[in-house]
Nanobody, 118 residues
Framework: QVQLVESGGGLVQAGGSLRLSCVAS????????MGWYRQAAGKQRELVAA??????NYADSVKGRFTISRDNAKNTVYLQMNSLKPEDTAVYYC?????????????WGQGTQVTVSS
């Protein structure tokens, strides 16, 4: 059974920083990509940032403020969020494209709330 467990969300004032972490565990043969999505109230889930070997990509709205990184030895992905804005308020979900014994698949964490006050 594969699990993605997020941590690091919370309440922060505008201009502040938070660091999200997501650990993947289970019978994982390889991690092809990991990333972060977010869903604000009343809106669709959107990609925030993703990382695969040698490549990262970001939503335009977070470029220059957020940084995604990965620790392969720990099966962990991080999202450093700086200069946070009220519009960054959302539930943030970790995503992983994994290869397990039975094949490839997409996996999601349970989500962590990020609230930025003005």
């Amino acid at each position: 059974q594969v699990q993605l467990v997020e941590s690091g969300g919370g309440l922060v004032q505008a201009g502040g920083s938070l660091r999200l972490s997501c650990v993947a565990s289970g019978n994982i043969l390889s991690i092809n990509a990991m990333g972060w999505y977010r869903q604000a109230a009343g809106k669709q889930r959107e990609l925030v940032a993703a990382i695969r070997t040698g490549n990262t990509n970001y939503a335009d709205s977070v470029k220059g403020r957020f940084t995604i990184s990965r620790d392969n030895a720990k099966n962990t992905v991080y999202l450093q969020m700086n200069s946070l804005k009220p519009e960054d308020t959302a539930v943030y979900y970790c995503h992983a494209d994994l290869t397990i014994y039975y094949g490839k698949g997409d996996y999601w964490g349970q989500g962590t709330q990020v609230t930025v006050s003005s």
